[in-house]
């Protein structure tokens, strides 16, 4: 549908400027929310490169390369472990408090942690049982079975610490994450990895340290939970006799999205991590360790656009609760353009500067292959956070089928290119099938949301992405290229190319602040009160009405479809 051409004017001027109280209000809570996480989010990723680097330094290559491998096991076993609750109880919780069944949010995780706690158990017993074979197949050998069996015992710790902080993210309370898992763990982490490199520990003993941190976050995960709900508003007597007789028919409605969403949480963190694992088996523990380094650098920009889509799916489940269409788009749009503003300029340094960044890791991890998978990686990472979060607003949706269908498919697409592409292209080949799988998840999930959610009617706000696209590409892509073309990459072009940058880029964003919706975000930031107290409650008319399971015959958009 197109309207008249002044009514798409002033929908590409409310686009632009964040598009009116509603808009700007969801998007002031997505700045307060986002820059607590962004902070927890920046100190863990200079935690995890910090790690990463010093196991690089500190053991053969060969060694790193089966710590890395077993360490992404852990993490794609502890993901299969949650069984996607983080997601189901980002949908949940603050549907069931806005209507008044209060007592079920407590039911909810209950629900989601019993089954968690044992799938969590009975995974890390068949660590230990089975890491011997396990380490055979994946050729880690005699170390990758020590490493295994000393992570295992923390698997349990690190899934219920998951479950625990994602339960509190769900009600729209940012800071427990921030401090429990992204400074704390993730401080604790390295500090022990430090402790165990110095002590000149093999594989096992790094496997060790890098994994006890997660049993203090568990301890304070529990307690930020428990002080979260406690805090949450008491429901009438009505509604707790009511959600008392229907405990069961809420963890039917609850797995009944949440399954796909544990299948898709798989899916996609095999994609994540399945590359290193794979090298591992394919070539050698020592590619292992070059594929490890020379792609860390994405995950401390996936770090920093988590901490924004964390805030999102509660925002997302507001939006969709009220059918607000229209705040709803432009939050999509503008908060896409804030995660290109954060992410880009880290993607365009290190691409542009690839040897600079190898060299911390040591002069040994410098190779063709590694400049070549940095290069792919990071012009995959542009195109990826550009697309904006649209698997978070198809799970917020209740598309968790989706999700899984496109979580399996691009699985599907990683696991076949990297056995065809890494034993005739190396570690570049492992790049290349990354690239691929994650072209299809996120073509797939934008198609899929412009259908389901219709986000195309509100063209005017992809301005907001473009223009952070172009201020990031002008202020640190086509000097960095011509600084590597002209002058070659070396520390000091590298540091004057990014320093410069900066100054341009602070330049460019207070010039252009009203129009990439800046200054929503500073007005939010510099607030000391929120509105409410809790204010991710909805005044809806529909929030009071007695809940009615849903059907499929129904047409609301927020209900289940699976």
């Given at each position: 549908m197109t309207g008249a051409p002044g009514a798409a004017e002033q929908a590409d001027q409310a686009g632009q400027a964040g598009g009116g109280g509603a808009t700007a209000a969801h998007l002031g809570q997505v700045a307060r929310g986002g820059a607590v996480g962004l902070a927890g989010s920046a100190f863990a990723a200079a935690c995890g490169l910090a790690s990463t680097v010093l196991v690089a330094r500190g053991l053969a290559a060969g060694e790193a390369g089966i710590f890395f491998a077993a360490t992404a096991l852990f993490t794609t076993l502890a993901v299969v472990s949650a069984?996607?609750?983080?997601?189901?109880?980002?949908?949940?919780?603050?549907?069931?408090?806005?209507e008044g069944r209060t007592d079920d949010v407590r039911r909810a995780v209950r629900t989601a942690g019993l089954p968690v706690v044992v799938v969590a158990l009975a995974v890390t017993a068949a660590l230990l049982l089975l890491a011997e074979p396990l380490s055979s197949v994946l050729g880690l050998g005699e170390d990758g079975t020590r490493v295994i069996r000393?992570?295992?015992?923390?698997?349990?710790?690190?899934?219920l610490a998951d479950l625990m902080l994602a339960a509190t993210r769900a009600v729209g309370q940012m800071h427990q994450t921030a401090l429990v898992d992204r400074v704390l763990r993730a401080g604790v982490q390295v500090v022990a990895v430090a402790a165990a490199v110095a002590a000149e520990g093999g594989p096992a003993v790094l496997g060790l340290a890098w994994s006890a941190a997660y049993l203090l976050s568990l301890l304070l995960a529990a307690a930020a939970l428990r002080s979260c709900l406690r805090s949450r508003p008491a429901g009438p007597a009505g509604a707790r006799a009511e959600t008392s007789a229907g405990a069961a028919s809420l963890a039917a409605e609850f797995w009944?999205?949440?399954?796909?969403?544990?299948?898709?949480?798989?899916?996609?963190?095999?994609?994540?991590?399945?590359?290193?694992?794979?090298?591992?088996?394919?070539?050698?523990?020592?590619?292992?360790?070059?594929?490890?380094?020379?792609?860390?650098?994405?995950?401390?920009?996936?770090?920093?656009?988590?901490?924004?889509?964390?805030?999102?799916q509660a925002r997302f489940?507001?939006?969709?609760?009220?059918?607000?269409?229209?705040?709803?788009?432009?939050?999509?749009?503008?908060t896409t353009g804030w995660a290109v503003l954060l992410v880009w300029p880290l993607y365009l340094v290190v691409g542009t500067g690839a040897p600079t960044y190898l060299s911390v890791f040591g002069a040994d991890y410098v190779t063709t292959g590694a400049l070549a998978t940095v290069a792919v990686m990071a012009a995959t990472m542009l195109l990826a956070v550009g697309s904006g979060p649209v698997d978070t607003l198809l799970l917020m949706a209740g598309r968790s089928g989706l999700s899984m269908v496109n979580g399996l498919l691009a699985l599907a697409v990683d696991v076949v290119a990297c056995l065809v592409l890494v034993p005739r292209?190396?570690?570049?080949?492992a790049a290349v099938a990354w690239a691929l799988a994650l072209a299809v998840r996120s073509g797939l999930g934008i198609w899929q949301v412009?259908?389901?959610?219709?986000?195309?009617?509100?063209?005017?706000?992809?301005?907001?992405?473009?223009?952070?696209?172009?201020?990031?590409?002008?202020?640190?892509?086509?000097?960095?290229?011509?600084?590597?073309?002209?002058?070659?990459?070396?520390?000091?072009?590298?540091?004057?190319?990014?320093?410069?940058?900066?100054?341009a880029y602070v330049a460019a964003l207070a010039a252009l602040g009203e129009r990439l919706a800046l200054d929503i975000a500073v007005a939010a930031l510099r607030r000391t009160r929120t509105a409410t107290t809790h204010p991710t409650r909805p005044h809806d008319p529909a929030a009071t009405r007695p809940h009615q399971p849903p059907s499929k015959e129904s047409d609301d958009p927020c209900l289940l479809e699976t």
């Open positions: 069984l996607g609750t983080d997601s189901g109880l980002a949908r949940f919780l603050l549907r069931l408090e806005a000393a992570v295992a015992p923390a698997l349990p710790c690190c899934v009944s999205f949440t399954w796909p969403r544990g299948v898709a949480g798989l899916a996609q963190v095999v994609v994540q991590k399945a590359d290193i694992i794979l090298v591992a088996a394919l070539l050698t523990p020592g590619h292992a360790a070059l594929y490890t380094a020379a792609t860390r650098f994405v995950a401390v920009g996936q770090l920093a656009n988590q901490a924004v889509h964390q805030v999102l489940t507001v939006l969709l609760i009220g059918e607000d269409g229209a705040a709803l788009r432009r939050t999509f749009a503008i292209m190396g570690i570049v080949g412009r259908r389901a959610v219709d986000l195309g009617r509100l063209r005017s706000a992809w301005g907001v992405p473009a223009l952070a696209a172009g201020v990031a590409v002008a202020c640190f892509g086509v000097p960095g290229l011509l600084v590597a073309l002209l002058l070659g990459s070396s520390p000091l072009g590298v540091l004057l190319t990014a320093a410069l940058g900066a100054v």
